[in-house]
């Protein structure tokens, strides 16, 4: 390097000519140079000013190296800093994007105040949870359906196994039934009372949480399946397949064919499944661990009565065996609204620890309804944030969030709803125990309802033959 360029590149910047040599602005000896100066009157006067202050060639050369190497430090240090930056935002988003919300029924730290919050909440709004007041199963499909439609659309289908008991004079749709064989062509016979409420209440209930707009697959009681199939043209859905309901007890027909049948005809459909029938078998998880483990099966909805000690052990096997394969599990509430119509209140979790046994009381004559979720599924973050007791606010990001305040229920965003007398656990225990018939049944707390214990034992066998992590209840 040259003098004259030397000298060119310390009179190129003022702060670090001022930097290197110690020079002060405003002090004698300050190398600094009119904007209106000439260049050679600059680098003149720069020359004079270098000799003044005894500096040799030599002595600039290595002052000039050692400006060049903290100016190449100082530029890697600023890319080190930006690319950092960059990274860490790029981490945080993909762990953001993929790893699922925080979840407080899998926090040691806060299930205990989530039992609690919901143990008390069911305590006195338990006609909530009666799937026969308010069909919180299909509400509960309706919203799956519609989170599933914003943020995944994509083929979809239903299955639906038996037909729901709704409550006497609601939700009565028997205006909406044909059976076109019938004398006369269109009018339905009104033989069977209790079957056509059945069929009226499911095909309301459905049209009315958008099922049809997937395709559709019912199991139904024989009796019901023309009517049904004439009844579903007439409404100008002709692609819904109606078929006989086989019985688990009797016969070995696994759910497991019917979702391989589905998969088969729509390979990327994704699954939503209603057992509306509360007395299906045990065994009907043990036969369907295929379509759990496939990560087709986007919503799974059953409803279930508990008449003994034993189904409530039975339920909390059902629960256990399916939570196994990554599904988060609630009971689904629904009430009327001032126009009569159905929507949901809190959704109480009972997978991991958050297990309450007054939800499964036995003999309250509450048909209950069980939603399991996939764990990374959007309809659970919903469930999460909305219609919790202990709503999930935190993001992954959140590491220095306290553990307190992740663990914070709030039971007065639910306030709307009043406690009702009549609503309470101990109203309905009270009102099944006057209805209850014989008199030994009111003694020892059992129907007459016999026990399905081959359901037992094969769901019993299944739990134990599925790997994946065990968890105990209330501790």
Same mark, same amino acid.
């Given at each position: 390097?040259?003098?004259?360029? *030397?000298?060119?590149?310390?009179?190129?910047?003022?702060?670090?000519?001022?930097?290197?040599?110690?020079?002060?602005?405003?002090?004698?000896?300050?190398?600094?140079?009119?904007?209106?100066?000439?260049?050679?009157?600059?680098?003149?006067?720069?020359?004079?000013?270098?000799?003044d202050?005894?500096?040799?060639k030599?002595?600039?050369?290595?002052?000039?190296?050692?400006l060049?190497?903290?100016?190449?430090?100082?530029?890697?240090?600023?890319?080190c800093?930006a690319?950092?930056?960059?990274?860490?935002?790029?981490?945080g988003?993909?762990?953001?994007?993929?790893?699922?919300?925080?979840?407080?029924?899998?926090?040691?730290?806060?299930?205990? *105040?989530?039992?609690?919050?919901?143990?008390?909440?069911?305590?006195?709004?338990?006609?909530?949870?009666?799937?026969r007041?308010?069909?919180?199963?299909?509400? *509960?499909?309706?919203?799956?359906?519609t989170?599933r439609?914003?943020?995944?659309?994509?083929p979809?289908?239903?299955?639906?196994?038996?037909?729901?008991?709704?409550?006497?004079?609601?939700?009565?749709?028997?205006?909406?039934? #044909?059976?076109?064989?019938?004398?006369?062509?269109?009018?339905?016979?009104?033989?069977? &009372?209790?079957?056509?409420?059945?069929?009226?209440?499911?095909?309301?209930s459905?049209?009315?949480?958008?099922?049809?707009?997937?395709?559709?697959?019912?199991?139904?009681d &024989?009796?019901?399946?023309?009517?049904?199939?004439?009844?579903?043209?007439?409404?100008?859905?002709?692609?819904?397949?109606?078929?006989k309901l086989?019985?688990?007890?009797?016969?070995?027909?696994?759910?497991?064919?019917?979702?391989?049948?589905?998969?088969?005809?729509?390979?990327?459909?994704?699954?939503?499944?209603?057992?509306?029938?509360?007395?299906?078998?045990?065994?009907?998880?043990?036969?369907?661990?295929?379509g759990?483990?496939?990560?087709?099966?986007?919503?799974l909805?059953?409803?279930?009565?508990?008449?003994?000690?034993?189904?409530?052990?039975?339920?909390m096997?059902?629960?256990?065996?399916?939570?196994?394969?990554g599904?988060?599990?609630?009971?689904?509430?629904?009430?009327?609204?001032?126009?009569?119509?159905?929507?949901?209140?809190?959704?109480?979790?009972?997978?991991?620890?958050?297990?309450?046994?007054?939800?499964?009381?036995?003999?309250?004559?509450?048909?209950?309804?069980?939603?399991?979720?996939?764990?990374?599924?959007?309809?659970?973050?919903?469930?999460?944030?909305?219609?919790?007791?202990?709503?999930?606010?935190?993001?992954?990001?959140?590491?220095? &969030?306290?553990?307190?305040?992740?663990?914070?229920?709030?039971?007065?965003r639910?306030?709307?709803?009043?406690?009702?007398?009549?609503?309470?656990?101990?109203?309905?225990?009270?009102l099944?125990?006057?209805?209850?018939?014989?008199?030994?049944?009111?003694? #020892?707390?059992?129907?007459?309802?016999?026990?399905?214990?081959?359901?037992?034992?094969?769901?019993?066998?299944?739990?134990?033959?599925?790997?994946?992590?065990?968890?105990?209840?209330?501790?």
């Amino acid at each position: 390097m040259t003098y004259t360029h *030397a000298l060119r590149l310390l009179t190129s910047s003022k702060t670090s000519a001022s930097c290197i040599y110690g020079i002060v602005p405003g002090e004698a000896g300050q190398i600094n140079s009119n904007p209106q100066e000439s260049p050679s009157h600059s680098h003149a006067r720069t020359r004079t000013q270098l000799r003044d202050m005894g500096l040799t060639k030599d002595q600039l050369r290595q002052r000039t190296k050692l400006l060049r190497l903290g100016a190449r430090r100082g530029r890697l240090c600023s890319a080190c800093v930006a690319f950092g930056t960059v990274l860490a935002l790029v981490l945080g988003s993909l762990r953001l994007a993929y790893a699922p919300p925080y979840d407080p029924a899998l926090d040691a730290r806060c299930v205990k *105040a989530l039992r609690s919050a919901q143990s008390a909440w069911f305590e006195t709004r338990a006609c909530a949870y009666d799937a026969r007041e308010a069909r919180a199963d299909f509400v *509960a499909a309706e919203l799956a359906l519609t989170v599933r439609a914003k943020h995944a659309p994509g083929p979809c289908a239903v299955l639906t196994l038996g037909l729901p008991t709704p409550s006497p004079g609601r939700f009565i749709g028997q205006g909406l039934l #044909v059976d076109e064989t019938a004398t006369g062509g269109s009018s339905f016979p009104t033989g069977d &009372e209790a079957l056509a409420r059945k069929m009226g209440f499911w095909m309301r209930s459905m049209m009315d949480a958008g099922a049809f707009t997937c395709e559709t697959h019912t199991y139904t009681d &024989e009796r019901a399946v023309r009517v049904l199939e004439s009844s579903l043209r007439k409404q100008g859905y002709f692609d819904a397949v109606v078929g006989k309901l086989w019985n688990d007890r009797k016969q070995a027909k696994q759910l497991d064919e019917e979702f391989e049948k589905i998969v088969k005809s729509s390979p990327n459909a994704k699954l939503t499944v209603l057992i509306n029938d509360a007395k299906r078998s045990q065994s009907q998880f043990a036969r369907f661990k295929k379509g759990l483990a496939s990560g087709k099966v986007s919503t799974l909805i059953w409803r279930r009565e508990i008449t003994s000690t034993a189904q409530r052990k039975a339920l909390m096997k059902e629960v256990k065996f399916v939570a196994r394969f990554g599904y988060s599990l609630y009971l689904a509430g629904a009430s009327q609204n001032a126009k009569g119509g159905a929507e949901p209140t809190a959704y109480l979790r009972i997978d991991h620890g958050a297990w309450d046994d007054k939800f499964a009381t036995p003999n309250t004559g509450i048909e209950l309804t069980i939603v399991a979720v996939p764990r990374h599924n959007k309809f659970k973050r919903l469930l999460d944030q909305s219609f919790s007791l202990c709503p999930v606010r935190s993001s992954v990001l959140n590491f220095n &969030e306290r553990a307190d305040a992740l663990c914070a229920c709030e039971t007065e965003r639910f306030s709307t709803e009043l406690a009702e007398p009549t609503c309470s656990l101990e109203s309905r225990l009270a009102l099944a125990r006057s209805k209850r018939r014989g008199f030994w049944s009111f003694f #020892v707390g059992k129907t007459t309802e016999p026990e399905d214990t081959e359901g037992f034992d094969e769901l019993n066998t299944a739990l134990n033959d599925v790997g994946g992590e065990d968890y105990e209840v209330n501790k």
